[in-house]
């Protein structure tokens, strides 16, 4: 059983700067939980905190019901993938895989359960053959898989990772990526990774949480982060390219809601209708989101479609990335090749061709304006962006 | 009452803990600055009877007692330092002068020498590159008192012995500094040679990337290199005494003070001797304060990669 | 018995590894010894070969040279001349110019009596002054000046023969362009090169003749010293000195009849240097590094203060620290009289030893502190975060983390410092003059390191012959220790492993 609650966890440096404001979180037995956010959010300061490396300054941090706030990190049953690794330079990967295990004093394991464990590891991860080299002599994805083989031959029931995938190349990411969720399926432990990659969060995470200036943005599964963010920062956050926010009027008519992006009228889509009706919405000006995978090309004469310059037009391959400008607004729409005739197609690649747009009333979501907080969130205490 | 939690699985076991880590690091504070104000009161205790025992007098006032029994000087006063500027057996002012001026050439010259070697063996490869360092290497396994012996013939057949002194001892540290060479020689190391790509192909001679661009940029280097040939006369008592010996006005402040420790002078001079070290000391300390981060980056930079 | 490759033997212990390897390594040394024998054929065989092609080269220079370049094996420079590189004629003639009459008036007088180190001193003789006849002596042969001035001559020739060779070889290359129709360079030329392609020669030039008159010279001439007789009583100009060959020598390891004095006195202070040096440098290597660890611990504020209080004794002139605390231990010093004791400290050879050792610790401290402060500071922190995450307590850290990284990066600091410390005159002398004295041991003392005996034995005894002996012996231990240290050392093999 490995299960971590941070119960109002603070930490406050000298001079009073606060790197994480009241934390709670209760991370289940077995969880892959990911902490990410920009560069400052004070995830890996949380990290470390639930590690036994930084100090808390408030609240309580308890491990299976007990509280470890004063207990050093050996105590805590954590194992840890460092960011840079830090593997010992002088000593072979056998070594630096059995560094943990020698330390062990009752009852002090015998070189041939060391053995054991660290091939076993080894095997696993794929580096057997690495197992007499030295760390200078690896490339950084080899040494990456040496520094979760020495997290993994601890056979701890806490694996803490901090930003493990950030120093290798795009390609190696991706490929550490997919073996970190198999690698997942064969430890049972409870996981708790930190990252600024968006990508890594949602293929890696049961939960994820959203962190932002010392403050939790929002706690929830992949799924639910991408349909329902709780403010502008977690939408413009997940997704990639990014989710397009545009400035205009929310507009109840009767049981019927409208918005109006660039003097366009779209109708919203039934089933948001009812829920902004359940709450009582009335007509105000909001910002409106919209993912670019859900605005499509329409036609001129539609009252729903508005006018689009092209600026920019990347060819993805199977999609456009279309970079336009609308009165002033900068738009990006993701069109997939396969749904365009070649005109169309030879159009969007034109600089400066003009196109007409339209979002589909199912997908759209609505932030209040000041405090840029999703007007049909259902959770309490939503931190306010500036 | 906390419940410690029994074994887990058989090798990660939750220990109890004796004591907290917050009380632990208290006594680990306390015990680290008691150390600490040990070890300075240590070390500064020899330098403060020194400066004690250089206000101590004759009884009847007179500057110059011999060898201290005590902490605190039996009679008090500052005869002592009197002596160093008005006793004509004691011409300090002549030994502070000597080494002075032995010190800024050996500051000019010797820090050339050096540099220009460093900055050859760092930047640039010829041919008898690797076997010019190896020799000097095993040149330097040698004793250098050894080479003392006959520069003191070759120097007094020119006249830069006993009252030529200064001259020679000049020559003696000077000449052959270009063999120290390490320290600077790994500061131009770190230097990226793409700077000294990037301004040949501006068009700059090699001699144009060594004044305009070099230099300037090992600053710190040259500064160590400056203060250490500058303090190194200070300090020097083999060859000094060696070339100089006999001529009490060509001493330096070294071989002078150590004179004054003599059988035939030291119950007459020592607290003299004491007053012209404090006197010697205090100029070096500060300069040698001011110019720290230099030395210490010289030290720690240069020395260890070797 | 087939070597088990490094990955079957991690089944074994560690132990068991160490003891595996070592046996492995051993059995090597064999083979190791034939290969560097090899080493050493071939360098001289490549040293043979090189002169032989020189030679060869030279001939076939003259063969196929026009007959500027003939001209310029008897009259250097001529072929610069013929080419308009008046630069190059000017310091090629010149050169032997000067070589020969540097040889007609000067060196030849010497080096004719090098072989014999001169037959006769001194003479008197009576000459006529102011109408009295009056005894006056007249120096003749100067064993010196004959050592040195040949020794001079001996590297002015090889200077000379080497620029006569380099004149060939300039016209040889000067041949070459001419017949591939590009131009020589010309005088202009080669100035403009000194400030840019050749600008290290223009670097180099005063800081190698410094180097050679000042070092390589004295060093050559107390070589040779070592195999003549030169002491007080063979002392020019008055006396002459001989070659006796390895007389000296015999004396020293006690193969001759001679003072066995000397080489009871010499196998003391040398077991004492050895001993000393690794003490001063291994008390200052872990104490400094243990001061330094615990100013950067992680609680204790004002670092810089601390380390400037010790930074100060570095400033304070050593001869001045060094003597003051030398009389605080006199029979009624500062430190009896504090102590209520009466320890009499410089007489007796052991107390002596281990206090200067002590003192030395105050001394080196500083230095250590200093420089293991900057390596500690770059040991990545998450190596001791990982390590504190598996459980290892402080101690483990230092021996695991801390050590091996300092002993990595400092291992060639060691070597230097160990020598230094071998020839570390003022501590020793300044302190304790050498003694306590010893008698019957060649005027050496309990302290006496090689250095400060080559000392007293030049300043007070005029034994210059034992001195240039004991010059050379010291030179052969740290070369061998150098030696030996160098290729054990990881850090030489294993340049970027801590990057």
């Known amino acids: ?386 | 009452m906390r419940k410690v939690e029994k074994k887990v699985d058989q090798y990660d076991v939750y220990r109890p803990h004796k004591a907290s880590i917050k009380k632990r690091r208290l006594a680990g504070n306390i015990a680290a600055y008691t150390g600490l104000i040990l070890i300075s009161a240590v070390w500064l205790i020899p330098l403060v009877f020194l400066i004690f025992a250089s206000f101590g007098v004759n009884a009847d006032g007179t500057g110059g007692a011999g060898v201290p029994s005590t902490i605190f000087p039996e009679h008090w006063g500052v005869a002592s330092y009197v002596v160093l500027f008005t006793d004509s057996q004691v011409p300090f002012m002549r030994w502070f002068l000597n080494t002075f001026i032995m010190a800024l050439a050996t500051a000019i010259l010797s820090s050339a020498m050096t540099i220009m070697m460093s900055y050859v063996l760092s930047r640039f490869r010829f041919k008898g590159r690797r076997f010019m360092m190896n020799f000097m290497l095993v040149l330097g396994m040698f004793p250098g008192f050894l080479t003392t012996i006959v520069l003191y013939y070759v120097l007094k057949m020119l006249g830069l012995t006993q009252n030529g002194a200064i001259g020679g001892l000049i020559l003696v540290y000077c000449a052959s500094s270009g063999m120290g060479y390490y320290i600077s020689k790994g500061y131009f190391d770190t230097i990226p040679k793409s700077l000294d790509e990037a301004a040949y192909v501006d068009g700059a001679t090699k001699f144009q990337v060594f004044y305009k661009i070099m230099l300037p940029l090992a600053k710190p280097i040259l500064i160590y290199t400056v203060l250490t040939a500058f303090m190194a006369p200070w300090g020097d008592f083999v060859f000094a005494r060696y070339i100089s010996f006999g001529y009490s006005d060509s001493y330096n402040v070294a071989v002078g003070l150590w004179s004054l420790l003599q059988q035939d002078k030291i119950a007459n001079y020592f607290t003299v001797f004491c007053a012209g070290g404090v006197l010697v000391s205090l100029p070096v300390t500060i300069l040698f304060i001011c110019l720290q981060r230099y030395y210490v980056s010289g030290v720690t930079g240069g020395a260890v990669k070797g | 018995m087939t070597k088990k490759t490094d990955f079957e033997l991690l089944r074994y212990s560690r132990c068991k590894r160490g003891a595996i390897k070592f046996s492995y390594w051993f059995l090597s040394i064999p083979h190791k010894l034939k290969n560097l024998l090899f080493k050493i054929g071939n360098f001289f065989k490549r040293i043979f070969l090189f002169f032989v092609n020189d030679i060869k080269d030279i001939g076939r220079t003259f063969k196929k040279g026009s007959y500027k370049t003939k001209l310029s094996y008897v009259f250097m420079g001529f072929g610069s001349f013929a080419r308009k590189q008046i630069g190059r004629g000017i310091l090629f003639m010149g050169f032997e110019a000067l070589y020969i009459v540097f040889m007609t008036m000067f060196g030849s007088h010497y080096l004719a009596r090098l072989g014999s180190l001169g037959t006769v001193a001194h003479e008197y003789v009576r000459v006529l002054v102011n109408g009295v006849w009056v005894q006056q002596i007249v120096y003749h042969d100067n064993s010196f000046k004959i050592l040195l001035y040949s020794i001079i001559t001996i590297i002015v020739s090889i200077a000379f023969i080497y620029t006569w060779r380099l004149n060939i070889k300039q016209n040889k290359i000067c041949e070459e362009i001419e017949a591939s129709g590009k131009k020589v360079k010309s005088t202009k030329d080669d100035l403009r090169s000194l400030v840019d392609n050749d600008f290290h020669k223009t670097l180099l030039a005063l800081p190698t003749v410094g180097i050679l008159l000042f070092t390589v010279l004295p060093i050559v001439f107390m070589i040779l010293i070592a195999f003549t007789n030169y002491d007080m009583n063979n002392t020019p100009p008055y006396n002459l000195f001989h070659w006796i060959g390895l007389d000296n020598f015999n004396q020293l390891f006690g193969w001759s009849s001679g003072s066995k004095y000397f080489s009871a006195a010499f196998g003391e202070i040398l077991a004492w240097t050895l001993v000393w040096a690794v003490l001063a440098t291994f008390t200052n290597y872990f104490l400094g590094m243990a001061v330094a660890m615990l100013i950067n611990k992680k609680g204790i504020k004002i670092k810089k203060m601390w380390r400037t209080i010790l930074i100060i004794t570095i400033a304070v002139p050593q001869f001045v620290s060094l003597l003051f605390v030398s009389k605080m231990f006199t029979a009624n010093g500062i430190i009896n009289t504090i102590f209520h004791t009466n320890i009499d400290f410089w007489n007796n050879r052991w107390i002596a030893r281990s206090l200067v050792i002590v003192i030395n610790i105050w001394i080196g401290i500083p230095y250590l502190m200093l420089i293991t402060t900057g390596i500690l500071m770059n040991i990545p922190s998450d190596l001791y975060e990982s390590a504190k995450i598996d459980g290892a307590s402080p101690w483990k850290q230092y021996a695991k983390i801390t050590l091996p990284y300092m002993l990595f990066v400092t291992g060639p600091y060691l070597l230097t410092s160990f020598i230094a410390n071998m020839n570390n005159f003022n501590v020793i002398y300044l302190l304790t003059g050498g003694g306590p004295k010893v008698t019957n041991s060649f005027n050496s003392g309990g302290t006496d390191l090689l250095i400060t005996w080559l000392f007293k034995l030049t300043v007070d005894n005029h034994n210059y012959k034992f001195a240039a002996v004991i010059g050379i012996m010291v030179f052969l231990v740290v070369a061998v220790i150098s030696l030996i240290v160098y290729n054990l050392l990881p850090s030489t093999r294993n340049e970027e492993e801590f990057q």
Not at chain 1, 35 to 49: A, D, E, H, I, N
Not at chain 1, 117 to 140: C, F, N
Not at chain 1, 313 to 327: A, D, I, P, Q, Y
């Open chain 1, 1 to 386: 059983m490995a299960r971590v609650q941070l119960e109002k966890v603070k930490k406050i440096y000298q001079g009073n700067v606060v790197a994480v404001h009241e934390f709670n979180l209760d991370i289940k037995d077995k969880e892959f939980v990911v902490f990410v956010g920009p560069s400052g959010c004070g995830k890996s300061t949380t990290l470390r905190m639930i590690a036994g490396l930084e100090d808390i300054s408030e609240g309580t941090i308890k491990i299976d019901g007990e509280v470890v706030n004063d207990l050093p990190p050996k105590d805590r049953g954590i194992a840890m993938v460092f960011q840079n690794y830090a593997l010992y330079p002088h000593l072979t990967v056998f070594e630096n895989m059995a560094f943990s295990l020698r330390l062990k004093k009752n009852p002090k394991m015998s070189q041939d359960e060391i053995y054991k464990r660290v091939t076993d590891a080894a095997k696993i991860l794929g580096i057997t053959e690495y197992l007499t080299r030295k760390p200078k002599a690896l490339s950084g994805g080899q040494r990456q898989r040496v520094a979760i083989g020495r997290a993994m031959v601890r056979e701890s029931k806490i694996f803490l990772m901090d930003e493990p995938l950030s120093n290798l190349d795009a390609k190696l990411r991706n490929q550490m990526r997919a073996e970190i969720i198999l690698l997942r399926k064969k430890i049972n432990s409870t996981f708790v990774y930190v990252t600024h990659d968006q990508t890594e969060a949602m293929t890696l995470g049961d939960r994820i949480v959203i962190m932002k200036d010392g403050y939790i943005q929002q706690v929830g599964t992949p799924i639910e982060v991408f349909d329902m963010p709780d403010n502008m920062f977690v939408a413009g956050f997940i997704g990639a390219p990014m989710m397009n926010f545009i400035e205009c009027d929310l507009i109840k008519d009767k049981t019927k809601y409208y918005v109006n992006p660039f003097d366009s009228k779209i109708l919203v889509d039934s089933s948001k209708g009812t829920e902004l009706k359940s709450k009582n919405i009335k007509t105000q000006k909001i910002i409106l989101g919209v993912r670019p995978e859900h605005i499509e090309l329409a036609s001129k004469s539609s009252s729903s479609a508005f006018a689009c310059k092209v600026k920019v037009c990347e060819m993805m391959g199977s999609e456009l990335h279309v970079h336009g400008e609308v009165k002033g607004n900068d738009i990006i729409v993701r069109i997939p090749t396969i749904s365009i005739t070649p005109d169309q197609k030879e159009k969007l690649l034109t600089a400066g061709s003009t196109i007409y747009l339209t979002f589909t009333g199912k997908v759209m979501h609505f932030f209040d304006k000041e405090t840029k907080i999703n007007i049909l969130t259902k959770h309490k205490n939503v931190p306010v962006n500036k």
